[in-house]
């Protein structure tokens, strides 16, 4: 029997609306799994430890604990010896119940790990376990924000913010800009040229947004200002989604000078004069620059009425010509690799010969 093509009145919103209540059923019976797993896994952890401590067990006890564990829970993964010494290592760095609850257990397994073998502190393995709970990072991001060392460029920035905004907002506007910004993405050559660096920039738009951090939106290059029948163009214009205002980034090679900061100052002005919506904040800018001094950047905010931060910038440099000649290439190197695997092949099958 076919079912009918007419659908009854209020079908459509019936179904998306279970597909919402199924995705989000979904999601958080997820989240408790995950939760009551890595309990567990600290759980386990940590009687490990005290075992270890208290009755003087050695490694090779956790080996026979995650083998007899592993006949008895054939095809259950988790349970190696690997996995049991990263769960006496949790329970070690995490011995407070409060914290595993509001924080370790809030978050994936494989974050907790990835933080446990790249961060050695624990005031800092804390800092970038909150910030991947706050800004939902994925295990891979993670790993790109610790091994671009975010914690200590966060916030770092020279500005003007106490001087030009409010409170709430100023204290949120220095947390979201960065010194140095790692743009590791991109090789560029000597010299260095600022509109090969924006348009270096554009072409990895979407690592340029992981590198801002979270709530930039994407507006334009080369966004053109008519002021009195003249065009002035901004080299990047953002808009931030927490603070709601305009973010003005303009790109310069070489050290920060001080007129820098009055033509931005002046883009500024102009974007909040053409572009700025009655519930908009007022807009920010920021200056990227390859290197600066913190008193010239002081005295060139100072007196400044618009918010304003400057920060630095990393680039991979492309090796001169002559350098690159005298480097193998990447053929070179696997035939380099390939005559090492079939050294050590020989080497290994001689050994067992011996046997």
Not at 247 to 263: D, S
Not at 310 to 319: A, G, H, P, Q
Request: hydrophobic residues 40%; charged residues 25%; negative net charge.
């Amino acid at each position: 029997m076919e079912i009918s093509s007419q659908l009854p009145f209020g079908y459509t919103e019936l179904l998306q609306d279970l597909k919402t209540r199924i995705g989000t059923a979904q999601v958080r019976a997820a989240f408790a799994v995950n939760r009551e797993l890595v309990l567990l896994y600290w759980s386990i952890g940590k009687d490990i430890l005290r075992r270890q401590g208290s009755e003087g067990w050695g490694t090779r006890v956790i080996d026979r604990l995650a083998r007899d564990l592993q006949n008895e829970f054939p095809g259950v993964e988790g349970f190696s010896p690997r996995s049991l010494k990263y769960m006496r290592s949790l329970a070690e760095a995490w011995p407070e119940d409060s914290i595993v609850q509001q924080l370790i257990a809030q978050l994936p397994w494989g974050h907790n790990v990835r933080v446990l073998d790249r961060v050695k502190d624990r005031p800092t393995r804390e800092w970038y376990l909150r910030a991947a709970l706050e800004h939902g990072w994925s295990q891979n991001v993670l790993v790109h924000m610790i091994s671009g060392q975010l914690h200590a460029r966060e916030g770092k920035a020279l500005t003007n913010f106490r001087l030009t905004l409010p409170p709430p907002d100023s204290d949120m506007a220095q947390q979201i800009l960065r010194d140095p910004y790692n743009f590791d993405f991109l090789t560029l050559a000597e010299p260095l040229a600022e509109r090969k660096l924006e348009q270096g920039l554009l072409n990895h738009l979407r690592d340029l947004l992981l590198e801002l951090g979270r709530g930039f939106a994407f507006v334009g290059s080369q966004v053109p200002l008519i002021v009195d029948g003249r065009s002035f163009y901004v080299d990047l214009l953002f808009y931030h989604v927490r603070l709601h205002c305009y973010v003005v980034i303009e790109l310069k090679t070489g050290e920060f000078q001080p007129e820098y900061a009055g033509k931005l100052s002046f883009y500024i002005s102009a974007v909040d004069g053409t572009m700025r919506a009655p519930g908009d904040g007022p807009t920010m800018g920021l200056l990227l620059c390859e290197s600066r001094s913190g008193a010239i950047v002081e005295y060139a905010l100072q007196n400044l009425r618009q918010p304003i931060g400057v920060s630095t910038y990393r680039v991979t440099r492309e090796l001169p010509e002559p350098v690159r000649e005298e480097l193998p290439s990447v053929e070179d190197l696997l035939e380099v690799v390939s005559r090492l695997r079939l050294e050590m092949e020989t080497l290994r099958q001689a050994s067992f010969a011996k046997e």
